[in-house]
């Protein structure tokens, strides 16, 4: 029987440029070769063979568009990986301080294509704390009080049931080391929030920022009470 080989993963994100070109895909944005390049401190050609590993070991996907590619992280699992990564690795160099250094993304930021940092954990445990969710360890649960909850809100629960996807997933936190909601319902309240103009993506960063005027709106929904990253 043929053993699954763990080392052609292990040494694709191990290289430290492509390491830097996935985190950078963390943002759940789709980059050129160039734009990547940069975020990992090397020359694009230097960035193309890199590239063309992680598509091939199915690690990214690509798409053309126009004159350009771009490259996005695979698929969740592989989102989830590199976030298990980010906080084993913090563990391990970092004791007394864990996740990102940068205050704006321990308090709220997007995790490949949901919420995290602190905006992250408190919209879980509102939302659990409701009886939307159901947290029992080893998976989380949506309630039909929460069903109907988003149906309200323009859910269509019946179509995210159809999906393979878990509409709900509990995805331990970089920088808070507690669950954020994740799974296709975690990515419908970012896309929704950001298409409302509740929350809004920092430039060229993870980051987000509540609205100034709307993210109240965002707060209120939810039952939260988040006072951190607010737009000027």
């Known amino acids: 029987m043929h053993e699954p080989d763990i080392t052609l993963i292990a040494s694709l994100i191990g290289e430290p440029a492509r390491a830097r070109m996935l985190t ?34 199915s690690l990214l996907s690509v798409r053309k568009q126009g004159r350009h590619k ?33 205050p704006y993304l321990r308090q709220a930021r997007v995790c490949y294509d949901h919420i995290a940092g602190e905006l992250g954990i408190q919209l879980y445990d509102a939302l659990a704390e409701a009886n939307y969710i159901e947290d029992k360890q080893v998976e989380t ?36 080391r507690r669950n954020h909601l994740a799974g296709s319902l975690g990515q419908w309240i970012l896309t929704d929030a950001l298409e409302r103009g509740w929350l809004q993506r920092v430039p060229d960063s993870r980051a987000l920022m509540l609205d100034k005027i709307r993210g109240n709106l965002f707060a209120k929904t ?10 000027k």
């Open 70 to 102: 771009y490259f996005q992280l695979k698929n969740q699992r592989v989102a989830g990986l590199i976030e298990q990564l980010l906080t084993l690795s913090s563990e391990i160099t970092l004791k007394t301080h864990t996740g990102p250094a940068d």
């Open 222 to 231: 939810y039952g939260i009470a988040f006072t951190g990253n607010t737009e």
């Open 141 to 176: 649960l949506l309630t039909p009080d929460g069903a109907d909850f988003f149906e309200q809100l323009g859910v269509c629960i019946h179509t995210l049931r159809k999906k393979k996807r878990p509409i709900c997933k509990s995805c331990l936190d970089w920088s808070e």
């Open 24 to 57: 950078a895909l963390m943002s759940g944005k789709a980059l050129t070769a160039t734009e990547l390049s940069l975020e990992a401190d090397i020359t694009a050609q230097t960035a193309s063979s890199h590239l063309a590993k992680l598509v091939e070991g």
